[in-house]
Nanobody, 128 residues
Framework: QAQLVESGGGLVQAGGSLRLSCAAS????????RGWFRQAPGNQREFVAG????????YYADSVKGRFTISRDNAKNTLYLQMISLKPEDTAVYYC?????????????????????WGQGTQVTVSS
């Protein structure tokens, strides 16, 4: 059974950096598109970043462009999210997700319904 496990969250001051990781086990998602989402208390889950099957295509929410970088290591079946210049409004639980669609449409990366497997989430807290 497929499983995604996030790590790397924590407490950081505004302007700081964190690197999230998401390791996949079970049914492999190596090579399939992956995404990062986040959810703050009282808010809906929102798209953060997505990456295509061959890492050639990346997609970002406007709120994180220029600050966050999504990447993947297919050999390790691991997804990453490098976050710099963190802001208090980045505080949320961050989730990684995997889809079984090898080539989803660009708009689909931002839709939670595109993804069939989710991690348990990792808390990121940015203090002001």
């Amino acid at each position: 059974q497929a499983q995604l496990v996030e790590s790397g969250g924590g407490l950081v001051q505004a302007g700081g950096s964190l690197r999230l990781s998401c390791a996949a086990s079970g049914r492999p998602f190596s090579g399939y598109p992956r995404g990062w989402f986040r959810q703050a208390p009282g808010n809906q889950r929102e798209f953060v970043a997505g990456i295509g099957s061959r890492s050639g295509s990346t997609y970002y929410a406007d709120s994180v462009k220029g600050r966050f970088t999504i990447s993947r290591d297919n050999a390790k079946n691991t997804l990453y999210l490098q976050m710099i210049s963190l802001k208090p409004e980045d505080t949320a639980v961050y989730y990684c997700a995997a889809t079984n669609l090898y080539s989803p449409a660009t708009y689909a990366y931002a839709a939670p319904s595109t993804y069939v497997c989710w991690g348990q989430g990792t808390q990121v807290t940015v203090s002001s």
